[in-house]
């Protein structure tokens, strides 16, 4: 179970931190940051499944980070990377003794959980790259990011699905595969995918992603 998330720089969200439970409801005026906490979520998901992915491993000490596609983000639609960052500013500009220096403005994106047998916590961290790609890798520890978190076993238990707004269910639905599901969340396609999300739950083994 997911029990805080915790955000910063991410859309609205200059720092936010939400206790999670079993269930959760959000409530507040239109953007008040509901939705932006939701999506935060799923980015976490994403880039913890594309590190995974392209790194092969759990152990984090590899610190280059893994692309993802704004494509990918069918979770959060945005015709650009840039507007996932808070106000749109991805760099930070200062001077240091005449000299000009220049570093990322990253999105870190922590949750923590717990187990059947212990609590845990994984943080993801996010930069971007350009208009059409972000980075992703395992949360700093340190500033200067030579050590990072480790991404623990407990976290793949997990799986995160935003469901947008649903006009009313399709009379019939065939079975999808994961990428195809996910492009029909991406474009608002929530109840033709319904039943597809539903027989994912029902064939997950027991006691992941409940």
Same mark, same amino acid.
Request: aromatic residues 6%; hydrophobic residues 35%.
């Given at each position: ?16 931190e939400?206790?999670?439970g ?110 059409e ?8 520890? /340190?500033?200067? #990011?030579?050590? !990072?978190?480790r991404?623990?076993?407990?976290? $793949?238990?997990? *799986? %995160? ?21 996910? /492009?029909?969340? #991406?474009?608002? !396609? ?6 597809? $999300?539903?027989? *994912? %739950? ?7 992603g409940?």
């Amino acid at each position: 179970m997911l029990t805080k998330l915790t955000v910063r720089n991410f859309k609205g969200l200059a720092e936010a931190e939400i206790e999670l439970g079993n269930p959760v409801v959000f409530i507040g005026p239109n953007d008040s940051g509901k939705t932006s906490a939701l999506q935060a979520l799923a980015l976490w998901d994403l880039g913890l499944r594309r590190w995974l992915e392209n790194r092969g491993e759990i152990a984090s000490e590899q610190r280059r980070g893994v692309a993802i596609n704004r494509q990918d983000l069918t979770a959060v639609p945005v015709p650009s990377a840039r507007q996932v960052w808070r106000e749109l500013e991805v760099r930070r500009t200062s001077f240091e003794v005449g000299r000009k220096r220049t570093e990322n403005i990253r999105i870190d994106v922590m949750v923590d959980g717990q187990s059947t047998s212990s609590t845990w916590s994984c943080g993801l961290e996010f930069d971007f790259a350009n208009s059409e790609s972000i980075y992703c890798r395992p949360l700093r520890t /340190v500033a200067d #990011g030579s050590t !990072r978190m480790r991404v623990p076993e407990e976290a $793949l238990r997990s *799986q %995160v699905v935003l469901l947008g707004p649903m006009s009313g269910l399709t009379a019939s639905e065939t079975k999808l595969e994961s990428g195809a599901i996910n /492009v029909r969340l #991406g474009e608002g !396609r929530t109840a033709e995918v319904l039943r597809n $999300l539903c027989y *994912q %739950v029902r064939v997950m083994p027991d006691g992941e992603g409940r």
